[in-house]
């Protein structure tokens, strides 16, 4: 019996085929694609099944980059920087299995946690977790994604979150700056505005402007002018992406505050996403102080376990999980 597990995004797509029936679930091939390589993911899925040998497939779990619609068991998503649309019951004929679900990506994420070895898990605060507590997960990246998590094993249940479009509330002068520096481009300030990759860019042209009276250095595009910055200021070759990196970290983490305080995440934090493994060794500072300041309830936080996912396969082990849950339950309800 086997489930296969996919992570789709608008510039790389993962798949991994997993034989069920063992003590512990066989990963039998896994395999990764440039996603802009093909005109849709039918496309890159024949490739796919070319070389796999899928018989004894019993489900499918795509975790996918952008939104996801359901209704009446069907899930339709729209690819985020990519012209495709999936849809679950199309899928599902294609590969003549009952089972094919879509998520979206950090709802996946979500589900990975758990299954994310402690080698891949940085400890920024030990806290006293409560037993079967929610627990919330905080991610930025190309876009900024949270979720809930409630229950453990079988009973896990991950709930969806929008709260990376809440607006931005700036916490001291300079955030208040930077808030009506870009209110003035964007209107309405999100927290993704600011905690994204692209987000990153803004508070580097936000220093450039305000410093030197210029606008920033051009990169090809926002994750690669991310990606410079991260790297000039961690290296310290670069001053003005040293305090773009300080100013990031302290809203990352009052925002990750804010978020465990919403959800009363008593089991514990955990910040995913592209950008926290690529920094962790930064966030012991300015990031844990924001996390802890939160007014009358900064006592409560601090005693709230905050965790750094750093591996990059978070998702697809969440969207395996998932598709090796429902494989599950269609066997115990037949």
Same mark, same amino acid.
């Given at each position: 019996?086997?489930?296969?597990?996919?992570?789709?995004?608008?510039?790389?797509? =993962? =798949?991994?085929?997993?034989?069920?029936?063992?003590?512990?679930?066989?990963?039998?091939?896994?395999?990764?694609?440039?996603?802009?390589?093909?005109?849709?993911?039918?496309?890159?899925?024949?490739?796919? =099944?070319?070389?796999?040998?899928?018989?004894?497939?019993?489900?499918?779990?795509?975790?996918?980059?952008?939104?996801?619609?359901?209704?009446?068991?069907?899930?339709?998503?729209?690819?985020?920087?990519?012209?495709?649309?999936?849809?679950?019951?199309?899928?599902?004929?294609?590969? +003549?299995?009952?089972?094919?679900?879509?998520?979206?990506?950090?709802?996946?994420?979500?589900?990975?946690?758990?299954?994310?070895?402690?080698?891949?898990?940085?400890?920024? +605060?030990?806290?006293?977790?409560?037993?079967?507590?929610?627990?919330?997960?905080?991610?930025?990246?190309?876009?900024?994604?949270?979720?809930?998590?409630?229950?453990?094993?079988?009973? =896990?249940?991950?709930?969806?979150?929008?709260?990376?479009?809440?607006?931005?509330?700036?916490?001291?002068?300079? +955030?208040?700056?930077?808030?009506?520096?870009?209110?003035?481009?964007?209107?309405?300030?999100?927290?993704?505005?600011?905690?994204?990759?692209?987000?990153?860019?803004?508070?580097?042209?936000?220093?450039?402007?305000?410093?030197?009276?210029?606008?920033?250095?051009?990169?090809?595009?926002?994750?690669?002018?991310?990606?410079?910055?991260?790297?000039?200021?961690?290296?310290?070759?670069?001053?003005?992406?040293?305090?773009?990196?300080?100013?990031?970290?302290?809203?990352?983490?009052? +925002?990750?505050?804010?978020?465990?305080?919403?959800?009363?995440?008593?089991?514990?934090?955990?910040?995913?996403?592209?950008?926290?493994?690529?920094?962790?060794?930064?966030?012991?500072?300015?990031?844990?102080?924001?996390?802890?300041?939160?007014?009358?309830?900064?006592?409560?936080?601090?005693?709230?376990?905050?965790?750094?996912?750093?591996?990059?396969?978070?998702?697809?082990?969440?969207?395996?999980?998932?598709?090796?849950?429902?494989?599950?339950?269609?066997?115990?309800?037949?």
């Amino acid at each position: 019996m086997k489930v296969l597990a996919v992570d789709l995004g608008g510039t790389k797509t =993962l =798949l991994q085929l997993v034989e069920l029936g063992g003590e512990w679930p066989l990963v039998l091939c896994e395999r990764r694609y440039a996603s802009a390589e093909f005109e849709s993911f039918e496309a890159l899925l024949e490739q796919f =099944l070319e070389k796999a040998d899928t018989s004894g497939l019993h489900a499918v779990c795509i975790a996918v980059a952008g939104p996801v619609s359901s209704r009446d068991g069907r899930q339709v998503a729209n690819v985020t920087n990519l012209p495709w649309t999936l849809d679950s019951e199309a899928l599902a004929a294609r590969l +003549q299995i009952g089972n094919c679900r879509l998520v979206n990506d950090f709802v996946a994420a979500a589900y990975g946690v758990d299954e994310v070895d402690t080698g891949h898990r940085t400890v920024l +605060q030990a806290g006293d977790p409560e037993p079967g507590g929610s627990r919330a997960v905080i991610g930025a990246g190309t876009g900024l994604g949270h979720a809930i998590l409630v229950g453990r094993g079988e009973q =896990l249940r991950c709930l969806p979150s929008e709260a990376g479009h809440v607006a931005f509330a700036p916490l001291d002068d300079e +955030q208040c700056e930077l808030w009506a520096w870009l209110r003035a481009d964007l209107g309405r300030v999100s927290c993704e505005h600011i905690l994204s990759g692209p987000g990153l860019a803004r508070i580097y042209r936000f220093f450039e402007s305000r410093e030197h009276g210029k606008p920033a250095t051009v990169w090809p595009g926002p994750n690669a002018a991310a990606e410079g910055i991260t790297t000039r200021a961690l290296n310290g070759s670069d001053p003005v992406a040293v305090r773009t990196l300080a100013l990031f970290g302290r809203i990352y983490g009052a +925002q990750a505050g804010h978020f465990a305080l919403a959800s009363l995440a008593t089991g514990g934090v955990y910040v995913a996403g592209g950008i926290a493994p690529c920094i962790v060794e930064t966030l012991h500072g300015g990031f844990l102080e924001a996390f802890r300041e939160q007014g009358p309830m900064s006592a409560l936080v601090a005693r709230l376990p905050l965790k750094v996912i750093t591996e990059p396969k978070v998702g697809l082990l969440g969207a395996a999980r998932l598709a090796i849950r429902d494989v599950r339950h269609a066997a115990a309800c037949a």
